[in-house]
Nanobody, 120 residues
């Protein structure tokens, strides 16, 4: 069974940092591109950032540029967190990162999500 599991979500104060992890079972995550998504309450799920198999990176949200970093090891490093970053974060696997927007349907396996809460 193909599965992704996110971890690392937590409550953090504005300006703080978190590192999310994405772990795969049933397949080799390093064979695929990894997309990171988030969904805030009452909003649609949105693409945040994607890293391709060769390490090429597409950042879908201008608001996270310079603050979020992604690695092929399955990590999403989030720095200088803001209240507007609060959401459930998901990782998903796909063959390649698409631009300028992610192809949601092309992501063949999704994690269950991890909650990131940014509040003082």
């Amino acid at each position: 069974q193909l599965q992704l599991v996110e971890s690392g979500g937590d409550l953090v104060e504005p300006g703080g940092s978190l590192r999310l992890s994405c772990a795969a079972s049933g397949f080799r995550l390093d064979y695929y591109a990894i997309g990171w998504f988030r969904q805030a309450p009452g909003k649609e799920r949105e693409g945040v950032i994607c890293i391709g198999r060769a390490g090429d990176i597409i950042t879908y949200r201008d608001a996270v540029k310079g603050r979020f970093a992604v690695s092929r090891a399955g990590y999403l490093q989030m720095n200088s967190l803001k209240p507007e970053d609060e959401a459930v974060y998901y990782c998903a696997a796909t063959d390649e990162c698409k631009a300028p927007a992610p192809d949601f349907e092309a992501h063949f396996v999704w994690g269950q999500g991890t909650q990131v809460t940014v509040s003082s």
